[in-house]
Structures are given as structure tokens and as C-alpha cells.
């Protein structure tokens, strides 16, 4: 066995590593783990609608666009292809 010295030394290094895990991970966070535009920007991400009237708009080119998709296989449909 390794004696009381040992005991201190492991007792140590078992308090101070998650203690410098968590300081070296947990100070300066924004420029030493940040990514550089990361998130969009506001205007080029979608807009949810929350207004009555641009619910049932974006409802209205939904269903527009899935028609036109269906139209779309139909058409390819028929042809035999």
C-alpha cells in the first residue's frame, strides 16, 4: 500500500479534476466555442404564421402546392413513365 501520502494525492486529484473540467469548460464560453453565423439570420429562416388570415394563406398555398405535385404524378403517371 502507498500510505497516507497516496491517500492525500488520490483524495486530491479526485476533488480538483472535475473542478478544473468544469472551470476550464465553464469560463469564457462565447469566444473560445462559438461558431461564427451559426444560427441564420432573421430574415432568410421562415416565418410562422400566428394572424388568422396568414394561417389560412399559408393553408391556402399549401394545399396549392400539393395539388400541383399530385397533378404533377398524374401526369407522369398516365404517360406510362
Do not use: C
Amino acid at each position: 500500500m502507498g500510505g497516507p501520502n497516496l491517500e492525500v494525492f488520490k483524495f486530491g486529484m479526485y476533488i480538483m479534476f472535475p473542478i478544473g473540467i468544469m472551470y476550464y469548460f465553464g469560463t469564457n464560453l462565447e469566444s473560445r466555442f462559438s461558431v461564427p453565423d451559426f444560427w441564420p439570420k432573421e430574415g432568410s429562416t421562415h416565418k410562422i404564421p400566428f394572424e388568422r388570415e396568414e394561417i389560412t394563406e399559408e393553408l391556402q398555398r399549401l394545399k396549392e402546392r400539393r395539388l400541383a405535385a399530385r397533378a404533377h404524378r398524374l401526369a407522369i403517371e398516365s404517360r406510362g413513365g
